[in-house]
């Protein structure tokens, strides 16, 4: 976890824009809307994203925002 959060500085500024969608409990399609992009940008972003942030998949992501929530309290 201290990774995950140590590791949201390498974002790019458009990483961390679909980053705080998700935090901010945005679905995909409504990150596609927002952002004008594509599914495949989205999933190329997403790539990086959990590649930097060391997690797996968009559920393990989500766990991880909800650890942060919970203890940002």
Do not use: W
């Not at 599914?39 to 925002?65: A, F, M, P």
């Amino acid at each position: 976890y201290q990774m995950f959060i140590d590791n949201l500085a390498t974002l790019t500024p458009k990483e961390e824009d679909i980053f705080n969608l998700y935090v901010q409990g945005c679905s995909t399609k409504d990150i596609i809307s927002q952002l004008g992009i594509t599914e495949n940008t989205l999933k190329y972003h997403n790539k990086n994203i959990y590649s930097k942030l060391g997690v797996k998949t968009r559920k393990e992501l989500l766990q991880y925002i909800e650890l942060m929530r919970n203890s940002a309290h």
